[in-house]
């Protein structure tokens, strides 16, 4: 085992970087299988994560109430600002949650005494271990399969397709939305917590427009068919920039080629399960 030892000691945070970037591949597919085009997600991973360092560094409590704290701060500020917000629809709903965004950033560039500012926060324990980013994804992923084949699930379904003739139907509408919103943003501070317990260090520029754009990349990319495509997604937006490293300035260039290229040719991410049926369909009609 010498030789996982040695990749373990190289390849670490890449690895939980993975994880976390799937909890937020993970956030924003939940909003978006309700019809949301929310980029708010970056903004509540910075707001979790914040109040779960705070929590360790000024105050020494347990772990998992930062954790805990930090994902009851975000979903108690998407559940305030959902109301108003989620009367908007479509590229007025993003450019509204991207005004949060940044509002978000502003306010804790202008806190420094308690957010250290531009500075950042520093001197975060390490606290986040694999089997903490393991033990979230996976319950993460229980818990959002068991939402989806459920009737809530179906609703957001439902409204995703058609809201007028989801009302129509009965559903709660605002209510349905309200819930993914404060889920969503839930899951993106468990991610944001997690990270801050594995970084060492914070900065509000970490959770601006540039997060927010990769975090909706991540989902597309894989495919917001099924939970699967989240999760692929985030793995290969988290390894890509590793592998390209030794090409350096060109590494960016080859990353957007490759990421056209498949938005092109494969519209509905990379993990379709529509077509991966017909595939297998087609396969067993040859044999």
Partial sequence: MAWFSTFWDVYSNVVLSIGTNALLAL???LTLACGLLSIANAAFMGIGAY??????VNFGWPFPVALAAGMAAPALMAFIIGKPTLRLSGVYLAMATLAFGEVVRIIILNTGSITGGALGLNGIPQLT???HVGLALVITLLVLWRLRRSRVGRAFETIKEDETAAGLMGIDVNAHKTLAFVLGAAIAGLAGALNAHLTFFIGPDEYGFSRAVDIL???ILGGIGSLTGPVIGATILTVLPEAL???QHFRLVINGLILVL???F???GIWDP???REWLGSFRRRA
Avoid: F, K, Y
């Fill in 129 to 131: 271990h694999w089997w």
């Fill in 262 to 264: 498949i938005v092109l």
């Fill in 245 to 247: 490293r030794g090409l």
């Fill in 266 to 268: 494969l519209p509905r």
């Fill in 274 to 276: 529509t077509r991966l």
């Fill in 27 to 29: 956030s924003i597919w």
């Fill in 217 to 219: 990349t991540m989902a």
């Fill in 51 to 56: 109040a779960a360092a705070l929590i360790t």
